[in-house]
Nanobody
Framework: QVQLVESGGGLVQAGGSLRLSCSAS????????MGWFRQAPGKEREYVAAISRSGRASNYVESVKARFTISRDNAKSTVYLQMNSLKPEDTAVYYC?????????????????WGQGTQVTVSS
């Protein structure tokens, strides 16, 4: 089992940047493919980005391509989401998630473990 803790959220103006971190503990982080999801008030949880166990493969939802970058440092058991050119519509609680399956996964049902989330607010 793995425990996930997100950090790095906050309030930023439109056009600004934030880097979210997701620290994993309990098992070797390279045993897990990871994903980032977000949920805005009144909306369903939405897929944002995912990365394979090794970090060699990644995937993004179309709305964040060229603005967000997912990466991982398995030695530090941490996955990152670098968010640039933020827009007000990026405002949400951001969650990281982990699965032991091989590959890159874009659906929430593929993930077994979730963090508590970190709030990102982008002001216009």
């Amino acid at each position: 089992q793995v425990q996930l803790v997100e950090s790095g959220g906050g309030l930023v103006q439109a056009g600004g940047s934030l880097r979210l971190s997701c620290s994993a503990s309990g098992r070797t982080s390279s045993d897990y493919a990871m994903g980032w999801f977000r949920q805005a008030p009144g909306k369903e949880r939405e897929y944002v980005a995912a990365i394979s166990r090794s970090g060699r493969a990644s995937n993004y939802v179309e709305s964040v391509k060229a603005r967000f970058t997912i990466s991982r440092d398995n030695a530090k058991s941490t996955v990152y989401l670098q968010m640039n050119s933020l827009k007000p519509e990026d405002t949400a609680v951001y969650y990281c998630a982990a699965t032991r399956m091989l590959g890159v996964f874009t659906t929430a049902s593929a993930y077994d473990y979730w963090g508590q989330g970190t709030q990102v607010t982008v002001s216009s």
